[in-house]
Structures are given as C-alpha cells and as structure tokens.
C-alpha cells in the first residue's frame, strides 16, 4: 500500500513539473513572437532599437533558465541549467560590448552563444527524455542552435547578415518550443490518467 501511495506521490509530482514546463515554454514562444516582430519592424530603420533587441535576447535566456532551474530544483542534476545561465550572463555583456564594434562582431558573440546553448539544451533535451518523454523538439532546437551558432559566427561578415538575420533562429526556437508544450501536454494527460 505505502508502494502505491509513493508511486502516486511521484506522479502527482512529476505531473506538476512537467505542467509548469509547458507554461515555460509557451511564456518562451510567446517572448521569441515579440521579439521577431521587434526585430522585423525596427531592425531595417533603428540600428538602436536592434541593438537593445539583441542584448534582451541572452537576458532573456537567462531569465528563462532561472524559471527552469526553479521548476527543476527537485532535479539530480542542475548543473546544465546553471552553467547555461552564466553563459548567458556573460553573453548579455559581451553582444553589449561588441556592439562598439559593429554587428558582425555582435553577431560572432551571439553565434558562440548558440551554440554552447545548443549543446547544453541537447544535454538536457537527453536527461528529460528520460524523465518525462516529448523531449525530441528540444534535441532538435539544441541541434538547429548548435549549427545556427556556427553559421553566424562563421558568416558574421558577410554583407547580408545582419541582426534580422537573427529572427528566423528565434523563429525556429518558437517552432520547437511549440511542439515540446504540446509533447508535454501529452505526456500530463498520460500520467494524470495514471494517478486517477
């Protein structure tokens, strides 16, 4: 009986996470819509407006891995989450500084930024697959990041590159994110079904 009743605990538990994830995710859907249609109005006429965008980008990151690692403090391992929100601290100050020295070095900052972010989101893509299922979407944005990442560090000078060119990662990070929520929307009415 006491097995039973910890089963059901467990579950009631992971229920909890797993909802509190989808919020999270669609919160982080909703800021990268804003945040393309920012960048999509003001990128072609304000260099300022698209300056400030590109340093509220990492800040945001940062803001929604802390809500992760407050979500996940339950976790065995939060190690992903935190080194993910230093690197995003430092890449906040980092696209500001480089600004002073145009786009392109803004963009190689923001392209090394994804990528370590890519590796970190595949890492923990991996580990809540294991817990909670419907994680394939965030191993395929971890990869897509990963190689956005490298793609704007590599092509930071080319003359079509630019911070526009930055919409369509957000864009496809919004997609991904998207099909979590829903994955996990899933993977909440599988486990509530179980505690009923």
């Known amino acids: 009986m006491k097995t039973n009743q910890t089963a059901t605990n467990n579950a009631i538990a992971k229920l909890g996470v797993a909802k509190a994830m989808r919020t999270l995710y669609f919160t982080r859907v909703a800021f990268s819509v804003i945040w393309v249609t920012l960048v999509a109005v003001y990128a072609p006429t304000s260099p300022q407006v698209a300056a400030v965008l590109l340093i509220i980008y990492p800040a945001w990151d940062v803001v929604g891995t802390f809500w992760d690692i407050k979500i996940n403090r339950q976790s065995n391992s939060l190690k992903p989450q935190y080194t993910n929100a230093v690197i995003s601290v430092a890449t906040t100050f980092a696209v500001g500084l480089a600004l002073n020295y145009g786009v392109p070095a803004a963009l190689i900052v923001f ?82 079904v179980q505690t009923v």
Do not use: N
């Open 111 to 192: 392209g090394v930024w994804a990528g370590l972010t890519g590796i970190i989101q595949l890492i923990l893509g991996v580990q809540r697959r294991k817990e909670f299922g419907g994680q394939w979407p965030m191993i395929l944005s971890g990869g897509q990041s990963l190689i956005a990442g490298v793609t704007f560090a590599v092509l930071a000078h080319q003359p079509t590159m630019g911070i526009a060119s930055l919409a369509g990662y957000s864009g496809f990070g919004a997609f991904y994110y998207v099909l979590a929520a829903i994955r996990l929307t899933k993977s909440t009415q599988a486990v509530h």
